[in-house]
């Protein structure tokens, strides 16, 4: 890359640190906003920076939201006696873009993970637990890795000494070890829904 001029190299390198987005991808991606409409990269850098300055965590859920509470947590009709926990707002948009859930959700931020030096101090679990009052459900939807599987486990053993009562699932047939939700078809998506077993 040292004929490219420095300002290319130096997006370049932006886009290099993307998830999936190689050093030939990246180049791509640069020469094809070199060759658009000024106006099209102009609302490009827009639209990134209100990434940043508008969109908030919802204060009930900690999915992501341009308000402080979400249009889910917000809406009357939703069934908040059921709670869908998932790892991050990605995996929320997936299963809402499947459809046939109407209860509300709960975002950790993440999972469980030694290695990574994230405990379960680092996740959004106290505020989950303080959620439990009038719940009647509780679908853990992490992630089918060793990591999201312990945090389901931790998750089910701390919401049975609270509230022991309290029916907890988790989703479960339809998606293979290993597999990520925002990755999932929807019929994939939709039949893990139907199967998740009690835990």
Do not use: W
Request: proline share 5%; net charge neutral.
């Amino acid at each position: 890359m040292t004929d490219f001029p420095k300002s290319i190299k130096s997006l370049v390198e932006y886009f290099e640190r993307l998830p999936g987005i190689g050093p030939k991808t990246a180049v791509r991606l640069v020469f094809y906003l070199l060759t658009t409409p000024k106006n099209f990269v102009d609302d490009f850098a827009l639209n990134l920076q209100k990434l940043k300055t508008m969109v908030k965590t919802c204060e009930i859920c900690f999915g992501v939201s341009e308000s402080e509470i979400c249009d889910i947590c917000k809406n009357e009709k939703r069934d908040k006696s059921k709670i869908c926990v998932v790892e991050r707002s990605i995996d929320l948009m997936a299963i809402e873009k499947v459809g046939g859930f109407d209860g509300v959700y709960h975002v950790l931020g993440g999972v469980i993970n030694p290695l990574e030096h994230i405990s379960p101090d680092d996740l959004k679990l106290n505020e989950l637990f303080d959620r439990l009052e009038g719940v009647k459900e509780l679908i853990i939807a992490t992630n089918p890795t060793m990591e999201g599987e312990a945090t389901a486990l931790y998750i089910s053993k701390k919401v049975r000494e609270i509230k022991p009562s309290l029916l907890i699932s988790r989703i479960g047939r339809g998606l293979p070890i290993g597999a990520d939700i925002e990755f999932a078809d929807q019929a994939t998506l939709s039949r893990a829904f139907e199967g998740r077993q009690k835990i």
